[in-house]
């Protein structure tokens, strides 16, 4: 398994409707993800 390693703190964490935002304390997005299928 491959590890992960940011440069960043995450500062905001975001759930609404299934959508799940973690912001970065430089305004960036570091992580984006909806449950909506895959197909």
Not at 1 to 7: G, P, T
């Amino acid at each position: 398994m491959a590890e992960l390693s940011f440069d960043c703190e995450p500062c905001r964490f975001d759930y609404s409707e299934g959508n799940l935002a973690i912001g970065a304390g430089d305004g960036s997005i570091l992580l984006w993800a909806n449950n909506a299928p895959l197909w």
